[in-house]
């Protein structure tokens, strides 16, 4: 991918523009990482509500992190092969928003799987895809204060995830909770459609191109 990228032009961009994709990328990554430990966090209510056993709780994350690890290359370059990465983004953000709604609904353990898998599709789209856009839309000056202002979206989203869950589920049960925070997923989904803009490339052929 890098590759490919690397023969083209930088593009310019006005500041206001630039600020704005950056300030968007940082909430949406916020976003995105707001719901990578998400399940852990519940994992005890889950266990307690089905009777479950430590092993049948751990798979939980387990699916979430490992569809996502196994996802993320194999998204990453189809989004560089048909430069679909704001759509690709877009929709990992509505199959969080799902997987949050599905996991509120779910009455098995069978359910709570589906859903876990979900979230781990959706949590596989982002971090390929805006790797691609601070590559395009920042320059090689200033590449690197972008990545790390992108970076704080990471540290917000796992500081955020326990703090808000622990309000939630010291009010509600962890069927409403799941449920409650499945929208900020959806308001991501919108801000990649609506600010964020498609870099005008493609990537190579094959995967190991780049």
Partial sequence: ME???ASQPEVELTPKSRQRMLIALVGCHTIN?????????????????????????????????????????TLGY????RAVRRLFMALGFVAITIAMLGLG?????????????CLGIGASTYHPQS???????????????????????????????????AFLLTRTDWHQAATYVAFPALIAAIVAVVVLREPNTRGRRGLLAG
Wanted: glycine share 8%; hydrophobic share 55%.
């Fill in 33 to 73: 990482d707001f719901y990578g430990i998400i399940i852990a966090i519940m994992l005890p209510a889950i266990r307690a509500s089905f009777g479950l056993s430590y092993s049948a709780v751990a798979v939980l994350p387990f699916l979430a992190q490992g569809t996502s690890a196994v996802l993320q290359p």
């Fill in 131 to 165: 790797a691609t856009l601070l590559r395009f839309y920042f320059d090689r000056k200033n590449r690197g204060f972008a990545q790390g202002i992108h970076g704080i979206g990471n540290a917000a989203g796992f500081a955020l995830s326990p703090l808000v869950m």
């Fill in 105 to 117: 609904q779910s009455r098995s353990y069978l359910a709570v799987l589906v859903a876990a898998v």
């Fill in 3 to 5: 590759q490919a990228l």
């Fill in 78 to 81: 189809l989004a560089d092969r």
